[in-house]
Each structure stands twice: as structure tokens, then as C-alpha cells.
């Protein structure tokens, strides 16, 4: 069993910076696939950032060089550091969890990201 929390989302102006947190619980060792996605409202869920265990983190286009994905397994947690917001950015967050890139795994309830002026 695994239970993700997303945290650190918010309201933000144009070119600010948040730090996105996913707190997990459960057998997070055997899962060697951790990513943060997004959704906007009736927009499909999108892969943002993700990394394979041992390997280093992929990126979206639409964020590379601005956003930075960071694992921490001795804490359980995995974080997404995101700079120079855009208001396309504006989206529910994401975090995921699986054993491979070929199963749906496990999912927080996100956290709101909102990019405005």
C-alpha cells in the first residue's frame, strides 16, 4: 500500500517560484518510478517531470530549465522546484508512484498551482 500527500501549492505572480512537496507512505523502495504530472481544467493530465531510479530526471518541453525534480528516499518524499511560473503552468499538480513505467501506479490528490497577476 501506498499513500501520496501533495503539498506547496498556492497563488503565484509571473515569474515567481514554488516548491511543490510529495509526502509518501507505504512501500515506497519498490516503486522505481516517481513523477509529478498536471491537469487544468479540460485538459488531459500531462507528464511534467519524472525519474527512474538509478537514472536522472526527464522534463516536459514546456518546463526544462525551469523546473527541477528531486528524490529524496531516506525521507520518502519527492519535490518539484518550480521557477519562472507562467500563467500556462496554472494546473492541479500531480504526484505518482510506480513499480514500472508500465502500470498506472499510485496518485496524490494534488495540490493547486495558480499563476496570475
Known amino acids: 500500500q501506498v499513500q501520496l500527500v501533495e503539498s506547496g501549492g498556492g497563488l503565484v505572480q509571473p515569474g515567481g517560484s514554488l516548491r511543490l512537496s510529495c509526502a509518501a507512505s507505504?512501500?515506497?523502495?519498490?516503486?522505481?518510478?516517481m513523477g509529478w504530472y498536471r491537469q487544468a481544467p479540460g485538459q488531459q493530465r500531462e507528464l511534467v517531470a519524472r525519474?527512474?531510479?538509478?537514472?536522472?530526471?526527464d522534463y516536459a518541453d514546456s518546463v526544462k530549465g525551469r523546473f527541477t525534480l528531486s528524490r529524496d528516499n531516506a525521507k520518502n518524499t519527492v519535490s518539484l522546484q518550480m521557477n519562472s511560473l507562467k500563467p500556462e503552468d496554472t494546473a492541479v499538480y500531480y504526484c505518482?508512484?510506480?513499480?514500472?513505467?508500465?502500470?498506472?501506479?499510485?496518485w496524490g490528490q494534488g495540490t493547486q498551482v495558480t499563476v496570475s497577476s
Open positions: 525519474v527512474i531510479s538509478g537514472g536522472n530526471p
Open positions: 505518482n508512484a510506480r513499480r514500472t513505467l508500465w502500470v498506472a501506479g499510485y
Open positions: 507505504g512501500s515506497i523502495p519498490s516503486m522505481n518510478v
